[in-house]
């Protein structure tokens, strides 16, 4: 799989960020891309504000059966772990890093009290990278292979629908706002309504999106998450060719 890192942005009015605060921090370019991927995705930054006031850890966790990139993810945090970095809890995998001073920049530019907040400001420090760990957390293809969905369960209406206009902006990918009620039981009490959001992407757009991360897909067993199904023998062999030249 490629692990080059691609300019930032997708679009022609793609902003100047060389001087932002995420492209001074003293990280890689590939743990920034990482990190940002799986801030959206299955991790998080947090602060023991009486411990390390002045450092963050970044934990996430992969489902057991996506071994091989939950290695590959883990292996980008290497210079940062330590021998508790790794563990389990029931059917998932879950790693953590130590404190890491640089991730304090993060932490104050992508979340409040410890809880991820989409702000456009480092969105547009997303790289196809970031795009690609991003869709390996939470995107899938539904709809008997011809459709795509991500799940975004952890965010609010008004943080799905930036992430949309910033697809579309920035990407040139347009996604549909999905929302799913549900009537949760909490502790046994009275039930609790909930809403949680999906960004649906129609064929066109899917590959369009797919486009920009195929060659950036880091894992062998997540290329299953590329594979679009087509309604004809010719346009099927023609997305095949697609994702070979992409990831040889």
């Known amino acids: 799989m490629a692990s080059n890192v691609l300019p930032i942005g997708g679009g ?10 995420l492209q001074t ?22 602060v023991d504000r009486d411990k390390y006031p002045d450092a963050a850890v970044l ?36 790693f953590r890093t130590v404190p890491v001073p640089e991730f304090r920049d993060f932490h104050h530019m992508t979340c409040w009290k410890n809880h991820t907040v989409v702000k456009r400001k480092w969105l547009n420090h997303m790289t196809p990278v970031s795009l690609a760990v991003w869709w ?14 991500i799940i975004l369960d952890k965010f609010d209406k008004q943080s799905v ?18 929302c799913l009620h549900r009537a949760d039981r909490l502790w046994g009490r009275s039930r609790v309504e909930k809403w949680y959001y999906r960004l649906h992407l129609r064929t066109p757009q899917l590959k369009i999106f797919l486009r920009i991360i195929m060659g950036y897909i880091p894992v062998p067993g997540m290329i299953k ?12 062999k023609a997305w095949v060719e697609e994702m070979k030249a992409a990831m040889p």
Request: hydrophobic share 45%.
């Open 12 to 21: 022609a009015h793609a902003p100047n960020l060389a001087l932002k605060l």
């Open 25 to 46: 921090v003293d990280v890689s370019e590939m743990v920034r891309s990482v990190l940002l991927g799986s801030l959206l995705g299955h991790g998080n930054l947090f």
């Open 59 to 94: 934990f996430f966790r992969n489902h057991a059966m996506n071994k091989e990139y939950f290695d590959w993810k883990a292996e980008q945090f290497k210079e940062m772990a330590f021998e508790h970095s790794f563990g389990t809890r029931a059917d998932k995998l879950e």
């Open 136 to 149: 390996c957390d939470r995107g899938s293809i539904i709809a008997r292979g011809t459709k795509g969905r």
């Open 161 to 178: 629908e930036m992430i949309q206009k910033y697809l579309k902006v920035m990407w040139k990918v347009e996604a549909e706002v999905v």
């Open 225 to 236: 998450k590329t594979v679009v199904i087509h309604d004809s023998v010719s346009k099927q």
